[in-house]
C-alpha cells in the first residue's frame, strides 16, 4: 500500500514539474479527491476557469428577467 502511494505522490509531482503548475501537491489531490468520478481532462481541473466579468453576468440576469 505504501508503495501506491508513493507512485501516486512521484506521478503528481511529475505532472505538476511537467506543467508549470502554481498549486501545492496539496490542491491537487485535493481536487483529484474531489472529483474522483467525473470524466473530465485534467487541464480542465488544474486550469483557472475563465468568467466573464461580473458587469456582464448582471446585464444577462437582468435581460434574461425582463425578457429582452
Do not use: H
Not at 5 to 18: E, T
Not at 23 to 50: A, C, G, M
Amino acid at each position: 500500500l505504501k508503495v501506491v502511494a508513493l507512485c501516486a505522490y512521484l506521478l503528481l509531482a511529475y505532472l505538476k514539474f511537467q506543467s508549470k503548475i502554481t498549486k501545492s501537491l496539496q490542491e491537487i489531490v485535493q481536487l483529484f479527491q474531489i472529483n474522483l468520478l467525473k470524466r473530465l481532462p485534467i487541464e480542465d481541473l488544474l486550469l483557472p476557469i475563465q468568467r466573464p466579468p461580473p458587469d456582464d453576468l448582471k446585464q444577462k440576469w437582468f435581460l434574461s428577467r425582463i425578457g429582452a
